[in-house]
C-alpha cells in the first residue's frame, strides 16, 4: 500500500484518511473533527461581520484592509473544513493547496498592515476625538446662545427709533399733507411702508429669539384647544377670505401651549394667505405614530413646487413678491424651531396647483 502511495500522481487517492490510521482512538478522531469544526464556523462568521460592518460604514479608514482580510479568514475557514474532510476522504493534496492559499493571502494581508501603520497611528484616539466634538458642540451652543441675544437686544433696540420714524412720518403727513405735493405724498407712502415692513421684520425677529425662551418643554397641551385659538386669533382673515377650516380629533401632546398656537396660528394663517379664490379650505387632523402624534394641516391652495420644500423653512425666505403675498418669510422657521425644540420635525407634502399639507411630529402626553 505504501509503495502504490507513492508511485500516485499529486492528487492520487491512494493515501490513507486519518480516520483509517486512528481506527482504534474515535475519541481522538472525534476531537479534531469537532474542534476544526468550530475554528471554521467562527473564521466564516467573522468575514460576514466585517463585509456587512464595511457595507453599512463605508466612511470608515481603511475599509478595504477590513475586505482583505474578510478574504483572510474564508481561508483559513476552509482550510479547517479541507481538514475535517481529510479526516474520512484521502484529499490530502486539495488540503494543502488550501494552505497554500491561505498562507499567500496571510501574507498579502501582513505586507499590506505595513504601510497603513503610520497613517493608523496618526488617527486620533476615539477618547480625544470625543473630546474635540464636546468642545466644538460646546462652542457652538454658546455661538448660538450669543446670536440668539444679539439678535434680540439688536430687535428690541431698534424698536424705538423705528417708532420714532413711523411717528413722524404720520406727523408729517397729517400736519404738512394739504401742502404736499403728489410726488412728495408718494414719498411717504414709500417711507410709512418701510417702517411698517421694517416693524414686521423685527417683530418676528424677536418672535424668533424668544423660542428658546420658553421653559415649558414638558408641559401637557390640549392640540384641539390650542387650533381654536389660533383660529379665534384669525377669525378676520378666515371672514374675509370665506376659508372653511375644520378641525378634527386632536390629542393632548408635550408642547408648551402657547408656541403650539403659535404653530398652528402660522401654518393656519400660511394656508389662508396662499388659499384659492374658490371656495378654500383648510383642514387639521392627526393621527397617532407610536408615541407620537403627526398633525395635517392640509389645505387646497396654490401649492408649493418641490423644488422649494426645504428652502421655505430657512430664515427670512420667501418665493413671491411682497405685493404678491406680504409677510416677512420667518413664520416656518419659528414653526420648525419650536417643533424641533419639542423633540419633532416638520415637513411639506406639495405640488403646484393642488395644495400643501404641513406635518409635524410631537409626542403623546400619554396616560
Known amino acids: 500500500m505504501a509503495e502504490s502511495a507513492s508511485n500516485g500522481g499529486f492528487f492520487s487517492s491512494d493515501s490513507l484518511p486519518h480516520a483509517t490510521r486512528s481506527l482504534d482512538r474515535p475519541d481522538i478522531i472525534w476531537l479534531h473533527v469537532i474542534s476544526d469544526a468550530c475554528i471554521a464556523a467562527a473564521y466564516y462568521a467573522i468575514p460576514i461581520i466585517l463585509f456587512s460592518f464595511i457595507a453599512r460604514r463605508r466612511d470608515v479608514p481603511f475599509n478595504w484592509m477590513f475586505g482583505l482580510f474578510g478574504v483572510f479568514f474564508l481561508a483559513c475557514g476552509t482550510t479547517q473544513v479541507m481538514e475535517i474532510a481529510t479526516v474520512w476522504w484521502p484529499v490530502h493534496a486539495w488540503s494543502g493547496l488550501m494552505k497554500c492559499f491561505t498562507a499567500l493571502v496571510s501574507i498579502i494581508a501582513a505586507i499590506s498592515l505595513i504601510p497603513i501603520m503610520p497613517k493608523a497611528l496618526a488617527l486620533p484616539g476615539l477618547k480625544r476625538a470625543n473630546e474635540q466634538l464636546s468642545a466644538t458642540s460646546v462652542a457652538l451652543a454658546r455661538s448660538n446662545r450669543e446670536l440668539e441675544q444679539f439678535a434680540y437686544v439688536a430687535a428690541h433696540d431698534l424698536q424705538e427709533p423705528l417708532r420714532m420714524v413711523a411717528m413722524y412720518v404720520d406727523m408729517l403727513d397729517r400736519r404738512r399733507g394739504d401742502v404736499l405735493d403728489a410726488e412728495a405724498r408718494e414719498w411717504v407712502a414709500h417711507a410709512r411702508a418701510g417702517a ?79 388659499g384659492t379664490r374658490d371656495k378654500p379650505w383648510v383642514h387639521i387632523t392627526a393621527l397617532a405614530d407610536g408615541g407620537s402624534s403627526i398633525f395635517a394641516v392640509q389645505d387646497n391652495g396654490i401649492g408649493i413646487e418641490a423644488t422649494h420644500h426645504e428652502r421655505i423653512f430657512e430664515v427670512f425666505q420667501r418665493l413671491h413678491r411682497r405685493d404678491q403675498y406680504p409677510g416677512t418669510g420667518i413664520g416656518l422657521s419659528i414653526c420648525t424651531k419650536i417643533i424641533e425644540r419639542h423633540g419633532g420635525r416638520l415637513w411639506v407634502e406639495s405640488q403646484v396647483g393642488t395644495g400643501s399639507v404641513f406635518r409635524f411630529s410631537l409626542s403623546l402626553a400619554g396616560d
Open 196 to 274: 411698517n415692513r421694517m416693524r414686521g421684520l423685527i417683530d418676528d425677529l424677536l418672535a424668533y429669539t424668544r423660542v428658546d425662551q420658553d421653559r415649558s418643554l414638558g408641559e401637557i397641551s390640549d392640540a384641539a384647544e390650542a387650533a381654536r385659538e389660533a383660529i379665534e386669533s384669525l377669525r378676520p382673515q378666515i371672514a374675509a377670505s370665506r376659508t372653511d377650516v375644520a378641525i378634527g380629533a386632536l390629542p393632548r401632546v408635550r408642547c408648551s401651549h402657547p408656541q403650539l398656537v403659535q404653530v398652528f396660528q402660522n401654518l393656519i394663517g400660511n394656508a389662508i394667505k396662499y
